[in-house]
C-alpha cells in the first residue's frame, strides 16, 4: 500500500497526522514516522542557503555536529519562512541534491556523453567547488587523459595510435620500409614524451594533495594544542579564585577568634 506524501503546511498548528510542534520549535510526528513533503524549487533553494549558512559552523560551540546542524536548519525555516519540515527531512532532501549534483558532474566530465541540465548546479557549485571527490582532477579514457587542473578548465592529451600511422604505409613497397621504421620511432617517443609529462603531473597532484593534507593536520594540531592552553588557563584561573576565597574564609576565621578573646578578657576584667 502506497503512502500518502504529505504537503508542507504553512500553520503553526498540529497536523492532522499527529505531527506537533516541539519546545524548540521543530516538528514532531506523534506516529514516531518522519513525514516526506514535498520539496518545490524554491524550498530547495532555502534549504541550499541555509546548508552553505550553517555548515561552516559544524564542530562549535552551538552546532557540535552534523544532526545539531539539521536541527537548526528545520528550525531556521520554520521561523523565517514559516515552513515545516523535520530535521530528517532536510538531510534527506540534501542527500537527493548532492547526489543529483554528483551525478551531473561525472557525466558532464565524460567525454562522449550529452551534457545534462540540472537546475541546482550553480547554487551547488559554490559548495561542491572545491571538493576533489566531485570535481576529479584527473579523468582516463582509452585515447587520452584529462587533467581537470583547475575546475573550469580541462587540457586533454591525445594519445596518437600507431596502428593509424602503419596503415597509412603500403606493405608492398620496399622503399618505405625506412618511412615505416621512422614513424613507429617517432611514434613511441611521442608517446613517452606525453605519457612521462601526465605521470610528472600526476605526481605534482599527489605531491600538492599530501602537502595539502600535512598542513591540514599541522593546523589541526595547533588548534587543539591551543584549546589546551585555554583549558589549562581556565583550570589555574578556577584554582587561583578557590585560594583566594580560602584566604578570606581563613582571615575571617582568625578575626572572629580575636573578637571572642578580646570580650573574655573583658569579663574577666570587669569581675576581678
Request: charged share 35%.
Amino acid at each position: 500500500m502506497k503512502t500518502q506524501q504529505l504537503q508542507p503546511t504553512r500553520s503553526k498548528s498540529t497536523s492532522q497526522t499527529g505531527s506537533a510542534l516541539t519546545s524548540n520549535g521543530l516538528l514532531r510526528n506523534s506516529n514516531k514516522e518522519e513525514t516526506n513533503p514535498h520539496w518545490t524549487k524554491d524550498h530547495s533553494l532555502i534549504l541550499i542557503d541555509c546548508y552553505k549558512l550553517f555548515r561552516s559552523k559544524v564542530g562549535g560551540i552551538d552546532i557540535k555536529n552534523l544532526k545539531k546542524m539539521w536541527e537548526v536548519i528545520a528550525r531556521y525555516i520554520l521561523e523565517k519562512h514559516n515552513l515545516q519540515y523535520t530535521p530528517v527531512n532536510c538531510e534527506n532532501r540534501w542527500r537527493v541534491l548532492e547526489r543529483n549534483y554528483k551525478k551531473y558532474i561525472e557525466n558532464n566530465s565524460q567525454t562522449g556523453r550529452g551534457r545534462k541540465y540540472f537546475e541546482f548546479a550553480e547554487q551547488m557549485g559554490t559548495i561542491f567547488n572545491k571538493k576533489r571527490n566531485v570535481n576529479p582532477e584527473i579523468l582516463l579514457t582509452s585515447s587520452s587523459v584529462i587533467l581537470n587542473d583547475k575546475l573550469n578548465t580541462e587540457e586533454i592529451l591525445e594519445v596518437p595510435s600507431m596502428e593509424k600511422d602503419i596503415e597509412n604505409v603500403e606493405p608492398n613497397r620496399e622503399d618505405n620500409t625506412t618511412k615505416i621504421s621512422v614513424k613507429k620511432t617517432t611514434t613511441r617517443n611521442k608517446i613517452k614524451t606525453q605519457l612521462h609529462s601526465t605521470k610528472y603531473k600526476k605526481q605534482s597532484i599527489l605531491e600538492q594533495m599530501r602537502i595539502d593534507r600535512k598542513h591540514y593536520q599541522e593546523e589541526s594540531l595547533m588548534l587543539k594544542k591551543v584549546k589546551m592552553e585555554q583549558m589549562l588557563e581556565m583550570e589555574k584561573e578556577k584554582l587561583n579564585i578557590k585560594k583566594r576565597r580560602n584566604e578570606l574564609l581563613e582571615k575571617r576565621n582568625k578575626l572572629i577568634e580575636e573578637m571572642v578573646q578580646n570580650k573574655n578578657f573583658s569579663n574577666i576584667d570587669f569581675l576581678s
